[in-house]
């Protein structure tokens, strides 16, 4: 039986989604990105808007359905939520996010629609880009994950990230799956074609060469501590003692280290009841030694009923960071009351935290200030680039034992390197459990702990000063241009 051309390309737009998430980490077949965006383009090209909407939707289904597949372990594993339910929360997640490849697809008919004199191809790298731009930045607080740049990482095309961004980059990667297309489909013009290929992928091997920041001083030692506390029993009182211990010992034995991270909420107490006893003894031996400790825990102000998820420097300059992006259905709830009564009735008890202010002074560690992500803060590039002049390293603390042996601490950690190749800076990440690394500027990984072990990751890296072109520009300039692009595409297309 000879399959119709609608279901041809709608079963060709599914496989994009799987070929799509296979070309990021931990499977990290890079190339696979430009055959799934080529046959997911090619696939909306002579569609009607209903036929490119159910194409991408068949993409997003895919892509997210493989790629985010972890939002179960975290739900059934450590959420204590049964199969069915977990099962029924996760699709719902995945349908949900799969909706903006859809959009990007029908937009991009419609707009060709608008101005019929356009190939639908010709839009797609431009309104791909303000779509991961609306999922990624503005949708539940912003959820970035599966954005096609962070899969070229180690392609010609990561050039471009210390100069565009992660999004100025998935619009060079789109450009670059049309040229492929449009090579196949337009042979009047192939010998052009080739040329702009070639073109877009030498300068990026050219810009991979370049060395945007230099060194400030020398070299600093420093030191990441792994707990590895199970997520069941982090948070019970009668381990309280044991984790404090650990942590304490662990510390003492690499005082000579400069700097000494701990992972996100490595105290599972409120600093009021941590801080005399345990903490500022903590401190005086840090000072003592000439080594800053960079602590996280979570803070409470009684008289506000406000909690915050924090990091603390101890040693020389004691000082706080409280996390600005909080995590969707995680650390705050959105959508409520709904929100609230479905998973009040599945049995889920949420965290409700208080956002930090964003003008948040500068931490400090082994004589240099840094910037400070929490978790997930890591995978938004406005968190990182915010006072970068002032910073000499970059330090993320996070906790991805929320998901277990998933592919999602790998996906972190892919999405991480990139804040240090946007910025020109060494990148300290340090993990309960998942993937705690210390990060070159240029993305590379220059040590890596072993997964689910405790143990202490130790270095050197050295402080950088100097700001990259995307310091300057930001995403938002980039994202500005291509908005104006595709106004002017509109304008033009209502006179004619």
Known sequence: MRLSSKIYWDLLATLAGILY????????????????????????????????????????????????????????????????????????????????????????????????????????????????????????????WLQVSYSQLETPLAGYIPILGAYGSSFIVALTAVLLISLVQVKKHRGLMIAMLLGLWLTGAGLKTINWTTALGEPIRVSLIQGNVSQDQKWRPENLPNTLNFYKTMTEAHWDSKVIVWPETAIPAYLSEVNDWYLQPLSLSAKEHGSDLIVSLPLRDDDRHERYNAVMTLGKDTATYKKIHLLPFGEY????????????????????????????????????????????????????????????????????????????????????????????????????????????????????????????????????????????????????????????????????
């Open 21 to 144: 998430t296979l070309s990021f980490a931990p499977f990290d077949y890079a190339y696979l990105a430009l055959i799934a965006l080529v046959l997911v383009f090619a696939s909306w090209q002579h569609a009607t808007p209903l036929q490119a909407l159910s194409r991408g939707y068949f993409f997003g289904l895919a892509a997210f359905g493989l790629g985010i597949s972890w939002v179960y372990v975290s739900i059934h594993d450590f959420g204590g939520i049964d199969a069915v339910s977990s099962s029924f929360l996760t699709m719902l997640c995945v349908a949900f996010w799969a909706i903006f490849p859809a959009l990007a697809a029908y937009l991009s008919v419609k707009i060709r629609l608008i101005n019929p004199r356009l190939n639908v191809i010709s839009i797609v790298p431009v309104v791909w880009v303000l779509v991961e731009y609306l999922r990624g930045y503005w949708v539940l607080n912003g959820f970035p």
């Open 333 to 496: 709830l959105p959508w409520q009351p709904v929100s609230g009564f479905i998973l009040d009735s599945l049995g889920l008890s949420l965290g409700h935290f208080t956002p930090g202010a964003i003008d948040q002074t500068l931490l400090k560690a082994g004589g240099y200030a840094f910037i400070t992500s929490i978790c997930y803060e890591d995978v938004f590039a406005n968190a990182t680039v915010q006072n970068l002049i002032d910073a000499a390293y970059l330090v993320n603390v996070t906790n991805d034992g929320w998901f277990g042996h998933s592919i999602e601490p790998h996906q972190h950690l892919q999405m991480a390197r990139m804040r240090a190749m946007e910025t020109g800076r060494y990148l300290l990440r340090a993990t309960n459990t998942g993937v705690t690394a210390i990060v070159a500027p240029d993305g590379r990984i220059i040590q890596q702990a072993p997964s689910f072990e405790a143990t202490v990751l130790t270095g050197e890296i050295i402080p950088m000063t100097g700001v990259t072109p995307f310091t300057r520009l930001g995403d938002q300039a980039v994202i500005v241009l291509l908005a104006l692009g595709l106004c002017g595409v509109l304008v033009l297309g209502r006179r004619r």
